[in-house]
């Protein structure tokens, strides 16, 4: 396996207390993986990512272990991942449009990074990857602002794969972009992982229906804990938890009329994390929660590659 995720368990400092943003999430992700990691805003999958490279320090990780190919990641100590991060895994950050120094070009920003790493760059490395991503070799000598916002994505995508990272966490890539640049963003997601660039690729997105094209297997989040994972087709046509059933059937599809199909929300909200509920997290949305919801169910395997945390399902 190239990640083992055991129990994680991470918080956040606020005024009010501590948000228990992730809760005992436990997974892993086989080499060569492409996993997408969905749910509502605030169910913590954005903080499960993040917590994998730690670089936010307002993070408290209270428990749990990382593998990477076989070897523990300091994941609770920022200074200690220093030598992980970009290497063994690397991330685009959820602004990345935002992510690039304005008063640099990108040529001289990319060395500088390079070099803070004991790298040089190699010049016609660097313009085969710009290609990869469809971009041409002059772009090394642009200024961010010179470039459109697709175009310094894929800036961001080629930065943080230089060193090769076993493991690439793509935070919302493709959520401030148009629709059909967005297809191109997740297809050059793909040709990463083909092209050996990286070995293995957690994708964060809210958008089921775009994170189905391209990946292997498909984990859904709920109040900071995993609700189901399972291979991406079986989230689609075959979801066991009630509530990834919920985010399935709110996606439109192509051809069928509002007439003929009446798109609905999933009724109530999250439950603050400040202060989470009992049992399973999800009971009080939930049309199929029963007396044994008070109790917290297992994250358990239904079948080969797909386990769920509900009671019914189990």
Request: hydrophobic share 40%; glycine share 8%; with cysteine.
């Amino acid at each position: 396996m190239s990640l083992t995720v055991t129990d994680l368990r991470v918080h956040y400092r606020t005024p009010r207390g501590e948000v228990r943003a992730l809760d005992g999430v436990t997974f892993t992700v086989a080499d060569g993986e492409i996993m997408g990691l969905a749910g509502e805003s605030g169910s913590g999958k954005s903080t499960l990512g993040t917590s994998l490279v730690r670089l936010d320090g307002r993070m408290r990780h209270v428990g749990g272990t990382v593998e990477l190919d076989g070897v523990p990641l300091p994941v609770a100590d920022s200074a200690a991942m220093d030598r992980f991060r970009f290497r063994a895994v690397s991330v685009i950050p959820q602004y990345s449009m935002s992510a690039l120094n304005p008063t640099r070009k990108i040529g001289k920003m990319v060395a500088e990074l390079l070099a803070s790493r004991g790298e040089r760059p190699d010049r016609a490395e660097l313009e085969r990857r710009l290609a990869l991503v469809g971009l041409p070799p002059d772009v090394l000598g642009r200024y961010p602002i010179e470039l459109s916002g697709g175009m310094k994505q894929r800036v961001v995508m080629v930065v943080s794969t230089l060193l090769n990272p076993s493991l690439l966490i793509a935070d919302e890539v493709t959520s401030a972009l148009d629709v059909s640049s967005q297809k191109a963003v997740a297809g050059m997601l793909l040709g990463l992982r083909d092209e050996g660039l990286v070995t293995s690729m957690i994708m964060v997105t809210h958008d089921i229906s775009l994170v189905y094209q391209i990946a292997d297997t498909i984990a859904v989040m709920y109040a900071g804990r995993l609700a189901e994972k399972a291979p991406a087709d079986v989230i689609v046509t075959a979801p066991r938890h009630p509530y990834t059933r919920l985010l399935i059937s709110s996606l439109p599809e192509v051809g069928v009329r509002q007439a003929e199909r009446r798109l609905d929300g999933i009724p109530g909200t999250p439950p603050s994390l400040l202060d989470p509920p009992e049992g399973c997290r999800f009971r009080d949305r939930c049309p199929l929660a029963f007396d044994r919801c008070a109790e917290r169910p297992p994250f358990a395997e239904v079948a080969p590659g797909h386990s769920v945390a509900c009671w019914k399902a189990v």
